[in-house]
T-cell receptor, first 113, second 111 residues
Framework: DTAVSQTPKYLVTQMGNDKSIKCEQN?????MYWYKQDSKKFLKIMFS???????INETVPNRFSPKSPDKAHLNLHINSLELGDSAVYFC????????????FGPGTRLLVL | GENVEQHPSTLSVQEGDSAVIKCTYS??????FPWYKQELGKRPQLIID?????GEKKDQRIAVTLNKTAKHFSLHITETQPEDSAVYFC??????????FGAGTILRVKS
């Protein structure tokens, strides 16, 4: 059983395009996250939602827009893609917004050409 | 905000030896410290965590120690095996706040 899943697994696109990444968790968790892992493996949080409400919004360009239609889903839409957006994007979830174990999805490898 | 530093950035050990990875944090209010292991091309996975009310926690070959006064915590892996080769991340947070990760340590276990 897949706990946290993401689609697509790979995404190769041209600069200037708009793309979306989808995330779903079947753990019954209340809180979901988006992380960006750059080429140096640094993991940095971008957004967090708790029960569909945005609770963490890091200094991220407003070309990135998260959306949580329900607490099991968190999507990430990126407008006007730039070369520097190339990275691995991980979705994660936790039982609550408190200090709980975060379970990561398999990642989406985005390459902007 | 919280800042987490992690050392060393790479660590090579012989199979069977011990490995130690150290992290320091800046916010004295942080009270949750997880460690994640990420194998090549895979997702980060929690291997052990510690909360500020304890100084040490063990799980088989893995242990974590916490020194709140000095604001540092360490991961200890004993009897290393080739399958321990991965990137290890420490992280810190305080209640209700985001997890801040260290930069990661590439551990190579040579057989």
């Amino acid at each position: 059983d897949t706990a946290v899943s993401q689609t697509p697994k790979y995404l190769v696109t041209q600069m200037g395009n708009d793309k979306s990444i989808k995330c779903e968790q079947n753990l019954g968790h209340d809180t979901m996250y988006w992380y960006k892992q750059d080429s140096k493996k640094f993991l940095k949080i971008m957004f967090s939602y708790n029960n569909k409400e945005l609770i963490i919004n890091e200094t991220v360009p407003n070309r990135f827009s998260p959306k949580s239609p329900d607490k099991a889903h968190l999507n990430l839409h990126i407008n006007s893609l730039e070369l520097g957006d190339s990275a691995v994007y991980f979705c994660a979830s936790s039982q609550s917004a408190a200090q709980e174990t975060q379970y990561f999805g398999p990642g989406t490898r985005l390459l902007v050409l | 905000g919280e800042n987490v530093e992690q050392h060393p950035s790479t660590l090579s050990v012989q199979e069977g030896d011990s490995a130690v990875i150290k992290c320091t944090y800046s916010d004295s209010a942080s009270n949750y410290f997880p460690w994640y292991k990420q194998e090549l091309g895979k997702r980060p996975q929690l291997i052990i965590d510690i909360r500020s009310n304890v100084g040490e926690k063990k799980d088989q070959r893995i242990a974590v120690t916490l020194n709140k006064t000095a604001k540092h915590f360490s991961l200890h892996i004993t009897e290393t095996q080739p399958e321990d080769s991965a990137v290890y991340f420490c992280a810190a947070c305080k209640y209700g706040n985001k997890l801040v990760f260290g930069a990661g340590t590439i551990l190579r276990v040579k057989s």
